[in-house]
């Protein structure tokens, strides 16, 4: 963003002054994240002009730095020939990624175009379903025989480096494909030359399948420290690899969507930026008027409580305290379970501590809510009133720490999101029994109707 | 996790059966990842036996995998002479990140063990301030110097390969160690070995600033897809790298810190399950009182109207709904604003078009929500209350989103932490006011005390 303003009027001149040339020079001169940034500001048909004053690997480059829409929008504008030409040029998960966007004629419009092994590749890697380990891996990956030396291995690297999207591990492959081994680059060059591969190589490789939750790829890659991990088939064929620059991507996209989530909000294709707002007037919308539907079932709760509250009037004052205490302690409940559970595996035994220890603190945090709550209260109002209210804080912190607890663990049983259970909807489940708890509280220790009618 | 239940009772015969080579061998032949994680529910003097049956240079692998508790506990049991050896071996950045757990005491009984060398590093990183690019950079780097060829560059490299955290970048230094150039270890193998590295190498370097904020470095590294990116310091000598898997972990530290503090808790400062009881239920409680504080604002401001309310008894029933939805719509903007802030920079345009984004979201999402509580309403009280009920929704979700919106970009533009404006703060405030936007809506339309008393 900070280059922007500056690099941007340069490259205004150079685009209305139809220099090709020092559209070139421009593009090459930078960083492509750099000039995708910079230049992502022009209308899709000035962008293209851009692009094709490039070769098409930089062009390649510089556009699997865009965003998805305005991928979309260079597709539209671009002759078929060139563009056939930059999809072939990108690394295969980018440029799967960016077919998956397009329509089906769109597609079968640029195929036709692009060699036929890579038309395969394609055909290939788009039959994985979306959020698979097959969906964010690559292809191109650096795979030699176990029976080579180490200086053949480095001679034949310097082949499969351009087609590789890392040379920094090799695969050592059996006649079937099947992995067998893998060695690293580093390891390579540390080694004799005159070693051959299957005396170096490890066999215990650490691997992942192609059905495999990309989320698990991701925090596998992250918890060994790899730079990339392979991808099997059911037969132990190596079919891809996934890089730690897409794990990565993979953990920000899954923590920004459970923000989203937490927040009563159906998560985002797209950042907020490029999300059009009727698209994210209604991601917001659809769960607001959930909530408002469940606000409604408390108000009609409150008004089979109306002769109640008619003859005690000052209960009213403390009605959002009440609630709110009950939700903020499962807010923070469930938060900190959600995430324990998005970036961890847990066991039964974990799960079981957890919800022990959340019962504890209910009763911690409660016992101490409960005391402050009398303080102030009894300097508010009389003291059985003050009683009603701190009891009640009581109840509902306990209630709101157990069910921002158990709520996010039974939908993870259930088989679905647990960040579904976002923060305001467990307020507004805790709402709807909190005020019956505050009521009945009152009853309890009051009676049903007040003794003196002031 | 799931390992545990399987190699533990094996580890625990080898224990018990004094076994020292069998210890060796289960370290050996799995990932220190996974070892880390089977031996982890040892006692520390136990854990510690498990340890020094390894050679250092496993230990320290093994070591680095632990929980920064389970680190201490083990220093606190470890004979000094063997930790030291444990300590040199572990790679520069992680022993820091140690030494910092310990109190200077034993830092100090374990630094003179060391060599000179490691001992003037750690020193040295050790200065730079927490969540600096300092303090998670490795010293322990690739570097050449400008005039070799590519043929003696990867004898040079055998050589620097084990004492470098990586060597698939090269970073080539003139004299001063003034960052000259950068070639990585894929164009090495690529290149004519007869090259100088003067020839192939880029001489535009990314670099960071040693006291660059940690984040900005991650995003850095994030943006651009490198492996690592060179720290330099204010003379551009080059103090360090910072790797990918590293820029992982601040990110992903940096996601589950936004998602406590949007939940109103205290970051922790290590993960949910290792936070000790009471630390846990101080990061909660602190946040907890301080909304009870405003909600007792609330509570006293809503007492102003005892006598409207007395006069008007229907109108507690929607006393929950019509604040939930202030608070909801507003979790909702500061949610999405705070992640977008988060993970992208913004520029003062940028938080403009958001700002007018959020109004018309605001304008939109509130006479949807203002419809539809018309509607419902109307079935549950009579016109003019379901008038009072509807308008007081349209403003509260009015006020909630631009309160979400504005907040947490005023409280960054105050070089606090927008985070900290988090959902259960913006609700609780937006609570204090919606009270007295009912009430008022309510005098408005309907006069300050019933026309009919029921």
Known sequence: MFYRSLLFPDLRMTLDANDDDGLREFCEALHPAVVAEVIDELEPAELWRVLVSCDAELQAEIFGFFEPRLQIAIVDVADRKRLSRLIEEMAPDDRVDVLELLDDEQVESLLPLMAQAERTDIRKLLSYPDGSAGSIMTTEYASLPEEI??????????????????????????????????????????????????????????????????????????????????????????????????????????????????????????????????????????????????????????????????????????????????????????????????????????????????????????????ALSFGVAICMVPLAEAIVVAVTVFIMVIFGTTAGALLPILFKRLGMDPALMSNPLIAALVDVLGVIIYFSTAIALLGPVAKAVE
């Open 149 to 370: 030396t180490v200086s053949e291995a480095l001679d034949e690297l310097r082949i499969q480096a351009p087609d590789s999207e890392t040379i920094y591990y090799i695969y050592i492959l059996d006649e079937g494909r099947r992995l067998d081994g893998i060695v690293s680059l580093r390891e390579l060059i540390q080694a004799k030359r005159t070693a051959t591969l299957s005396e170096i190589m490890h066999r215990d490789v650490i691997s992942v399948r192609v059905d495999d939750d990309e989320e698990y790829v991701a925090r596998e890659l992250a918890r060994y420290d790899f730079l990339a991990i392979p991808v099997v088939d059911n037969l132990h064929r190596l079919v891809g690899i996934v890089t730690l620059d897409d794990a990565l991507d993979v953990l920000e996209e899954e923590a920004t969507e459970d923000a989203q989530m937490q927040a009563a909000i159906q998560p985002l294709d797209e950042s907020y930026m490029t999300t059009p707002f009727f698209v994210l007037a209604q991601k917001r919308g659809v769960w607001l008027v959930i909530l408002l539907a469940a606000a409604f079932l408390t108000a009609w709760v409150m008004q089979g409580y109306e002769e109640l509250q008619r003859s005690y009037v000052w209960m009213a004052a403390f009605i959002p305290l009440v609630l709110a205490s009950g939700g903020n302690a499962g807010s923070q409940s469930a938060t900190l379970i959600i995430r324990e559970m998005a970036t961890s595996e847990m066991d039964y035994r974990d799960k079981y501590f957890i919800v022990m220890r959340e019962l504890r603190m209910a009763l911690t945090l409660g016992a101490a809510l409960m």
